[in-house]
């Protein structure tokens, strides 16, 4: 996963030791969007609020 510092830009390298992520070269922020932490939506989630949004377009159809 490469990402690019949202504070300047800069390509993000890997970090390596304890503390999984990037960080920046630069300004040393540390990414951890790439990680999959709750800021990002995963896959699944994205799927039940399809199938949610689907149920209730369906349970409105019924009626026209
Ligand atoms: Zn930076
Ligand atoms: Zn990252």
Redesign the pocket.
């Known amino acids: ?3 690019g510092c949202p504070q300047c830009g800069t390509y ?1 390298i890997q970090s390596e030791g304890s503390e999984l ?2 960080v920046c070269p630069d300004c040393l922020y540390r ?5 999959g932490t709750n800021t990002v939506i995963s896959r699944e989630q994205m799927l039940s609020m399809k199938k949610m949004a689907n149920d209730i377009r369906d349970s409105s159809k019924k009626e026209g």
């Open positions: 996963m490469r990402c993000m992520g990037c990414c951890k969007a790439c990680l």
